[in-house]
């Protein structure tokens, strides 16, 4: 297993980790309660690992995984094609979409721009 100093660190040398976070609230519950058990999860994982500066950018969306419009993934797209981001971070690869298509295109994504992906467990999310 990768120690986070080896999947965590800035692509400017003096600069913070910049990480892009998904966050997909359920249309059929409230978006308050998800934000409280999955975004602050995932961010205080990122704490845990890396304890230097970080910039990390919520991006959301309510839109089911299986649709074939989400803004939230095309953002994330959008955002990961600026070369700007050192991390994506996905408490699950659902959490992004269910369409291994759509799976590949992002890890293809994340390597061209040189910013890592990291997935974590799918029920690392989930509350007690």
């Not at 986070?4 to 308050?32: F, M, N």
């Not at 971070?89 to 291994?100: A, E, N, Q, V």
């Not at 994340?110 to 999310?125: S, V």
Request: glycine share 6%; proline share 7%; charged share 30%.
């Amino acid at each position: 297993m990768l120690d986070a100093l080896t999947y965590l660190c800035p692509k400017a040398a003096e600069g913070p980790l910049r990480v892009l976070v998904l966050c997909r609230t359920s249309l059929y519950s409230p978006p308050v309660k998800n934000r409280r058990t999955r975004q602050p999860s995932t961010e205080q994982w990122l704490e845990s690992e890396y304890g230097g500066e970080m910039e990390i950018k919520c991006l959301r969306d309510r839109a089911s995984g299986g649709k074939s419009y989400r803004p939230g993934l095309h953002a994330v797209e959008a955002a990961v094609a600026t070369g700007e981001w050192d991390a994506l971070c996905l408490p699950d690869l659902g959490r992004f979409s269910r369409d291994p298509d759509d799976h590949r295109r992002l890890v293809d994504l994340c390597d061209e721009h040189l910013t890592r992906l990291i997935i974590l467990d799918r029920d690392f999310a989930a509350p007690d």
